[in-house]
Every structure is written in structure tokens, then in C-alpha cells.
């Protein structure tokens, strides 16, 4: 797991889904309770560039998880993190239902809005403004946490070999079928 030290038994790891990530993590620490592991930290994320994460942020891989105070304020020493396209909801396997939103982000060297685009990708998990959880349902004689202050971060670098990026891969029957000049050529068995 990189430089954390983190208490897993060998062979574990983090990879989360979108689902555990908001359910599992990022709704306990909305509502101040324990999680179990505590493997992500707290990170101010605009002082550093996205390089600079290794050894302060959870690593797994080449991605990068952290905690952090959601803001406007998305600009570092060196560049700036742009929205990509709308929030999409987080929805959860069991119920069908939505727990959370994530938005994309790319970071962009330079001052906006003129910087150049780099690889680094984050995604920027969040509750539902209107969250309630049977958590804090429980708790009605304590004030209701404020989910909006919370948001947890994913964060990688795109390889430069991808393509298209949508993650899909050609088999090699796909590949000699796209190669072929005249498509009107091909019969298929009936």
C-alpha cells in the first residue's frame, strides 16, 4: 500500500467500488463515526499537485484516496483542477437507489483558464445534499451533521496509451474484422 503502513493482512486490498467508497467511508466520516479500517487520511488536497500525493494520500496502486473539506477553491502552486462534464449519481447495488454523486475532474498545468491538460484524473465522491442517514436518525438529540463538508477524492494518472479511454479492449477476432476493407464481402454461415 505505498508509504501508509497500513494494518491489512498481506494480500488485502483497497480496491473500492464507487458504492463502498460513499456508503462505507465517506458516510461514517460525515457522520463522526469510526471506520473500520482507518485507512484514509484527511488531506488539505489544493496545496499539492496531484505528483505530490505519494506518501500523504492512501495509495493502492497507482491511485490515490483521501478525505478532504470540499471547496470551491480547486487551485494549486502549479495548476488547477477543471470540472469534466456533469455529477453522475453513486447508486447503490442492493437498494437501486442513489447514495452519493461523483464529478470528474482533470488537472490542468498553469493558470486557468489557460493551462495545459495533463493525464491526472480525480474523482470527487459526495454525499447527497439532502443525506440522511439511519445512522443519524438514531442520534435525533444531537445536531444533524453537514455532509456537504465532506467529500473523499480518487485520483490517477490516465496512461498515455489509452486510445479512447473508455476502458474497453478489442479482441483479436474485433481487430481483424475492423481491418477489413469492404465489410460487403464477409458471408456468414445462415
Known sequence: MGDNNVNLPPGFRFYPTDEELVVHFLQRKA??????????????LYPYDPWELHGRALAEGKQWYYYSRRTQNRVTSNGYWMPMGMEEPVISNSSNKRVGMKKYYVFHLGEAPDGNTTNWIMQEYRLLDSASSSISSRR???????HSKWVICRVYERDNDEDDGDGTELSCLDEVFLSLDDLDEISLPN
Do not use: A
Open 31 to 44: 457522520n463522526l463515526l469510526p471506520c473500520h479500517p482507518d485507512v484514509i487520511p484527511d488531506l488539505e
Open 140 to 146: 435525533r438529540s444531537q445536531p444533524k451533521p453537514d
